[in-house]
């Protein structure tokens, strides 16, 4: 089971840091990915970090924006520039169940071990 943490209310052109944590030391080893998801939408990807940090993969609406990295066993989502739509409940979640490079394209069909997500708000 993945936790997220970081989320909260910012203002437009505001920042926010999300992080993507578990027990045991899998999150090092497995390529994991973000998603979001805004009431009365579908789950979408927002980037993905491959295993091995060989390859990060980022949806258009956060290229420039979002930069996602890996300390250790713990997956980071910054997020600067944030815009009113960008809110959203965030979740992190693994790519299939073996180590390899993220998709081009994020499905959440691929990915397993959702967390239970965090807030973003961005409203003035």
């Known amino acids: 089971q993945l936790v997220e943490s970081g989320g909260g209310s910012v203002q437009p052109g505001g920042s926010l840091r999300l992080s993507c944590a578990a027990s045991?030391?899998?999150?090092?080893?497995?390529?994991i990915g973000w998603f979001r998801q805004a009431p009365g939408k579908e789950r979408e990807g927002v980037a993905c970090?491959?295993?091995?940090?060989?390859r990060s993969t980022y949806a258009d609406s956060g290229k420039g924006r979002f930069t996602i990295s890996r300390v250790e066993n713990t997956v980071l989502l910054q997020m600067n520039n944030l815009r009113p739509e960008d809110t959203a409940v965030y979740y992190c979640?693994?790519?299939?169940?073996?180590?390899?490079?993220?998709?081009?394209?994020?499905?959440?069909?691929?990915?397993?071990?959702w967390g239970q997500g965090t807030q973003v708000t961005v409203s003035s």
């Open positions: 979640a693994i790519y299939r169940d073996w180590p390899r490079p993220c998709p081009l394209i994020l499905s959440s069909s691929d990915f397993h071990s």
């Open positions: 045991g030391d899998f999150l090092s080893v497995y390529a």
């Open positions: 970090i491959s295993s091995g940090n060989s």
